[in-house]
């Protein structure tokens, strides 16, 4: 065995990126192995994140979603993690300890033509302070993606005529190209 964390957590978070997509499958009336084929390739992304330690109320990370289809997070104990409820208020993700919190991304509302909404979510300080600051913060984020090929369209099931597709269809590697560069 041996390898440092993120390698041996590279083995297993590919796994559990399959069974979420297929758990959404099944949710959704397919085939539990109807996204295999477009996960295959493994176009994900991983982010390390530290947020240092603060003494005054900053928001670390603005309200949004994530592009792709999943993001498996892992937070460590600190909190901070909100998500916004359909109502539109922030509620806590309160940390359990091994849990990780999985979000819904923009390209998977698309798909499923928004029978899942995204996640919006931010990172604020923690309810606590250690002495005179709010203490660091480590997370980790997966962004997990269809396989830059596939072509991403109303998924069977989310639509009766073809009028009720809310957006076009687009390959995963040209829309999360045009969302990074929206951004940087
Ligand atoms: O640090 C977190 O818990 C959230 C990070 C996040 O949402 C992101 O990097 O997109
Ligand atoms: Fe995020």
Redesign the pocket.
């Known amino acids: 065995m041996g390898g440092t964390a993120v390698e041996k957590e590279g083995l297993v978070i590919p796994g559990l990126h399959f069974q979420v997509m297929s758990a959404i499958a099944v949710g959704m009336g397919l085939d539990d192995g109807f996204f295999d084929k477009h996960l295959d390739v493994g176009d994900n992304t991983l ?1 390390l ?1 530290h ?1 240092p330690a603060v003494d005054s109320s900053v928001f670390a ?1 603005n309200a949004n979603a ?1 592009y792709g289809s999943i ?1 498996l ?1 892992f ?1 460590d104990a600190r909190g901070g ?1 909100q998500v916004r409820s359909p109502t539109g208020t922030f509620v806590d993700a309160t940390p359990i300890e091994g849990t990780i919190v999985v ?1 819904a991304g923009d390209l998977l509302a698309r798909w499923s033509n928004d029978t899942i909404r995204s996640t919006i ?1 931010r ?1 604020v300080e923690p309810p606590f302070k250690q002495g005179p600051t709010h203490p660091a ?1 480590y ?1 980790i ?1 997966y962004f997990c993606n269809p396989n830059f090929s596939s072509f991403i369209e109303a998924l069977p099931g989310t639509y009766a005529t073809e009028g009720e597709k809310k957006y076009p269809g687009i390959t995963s590697g040209d829309y999360l190209v045009q969302r990074l560069t929206a951004t940087y």
């Open positions: 982010r994140l947020y990370n994530d993001t997070l937070q993690l979000n979510h990172v913060r997370s984020a």
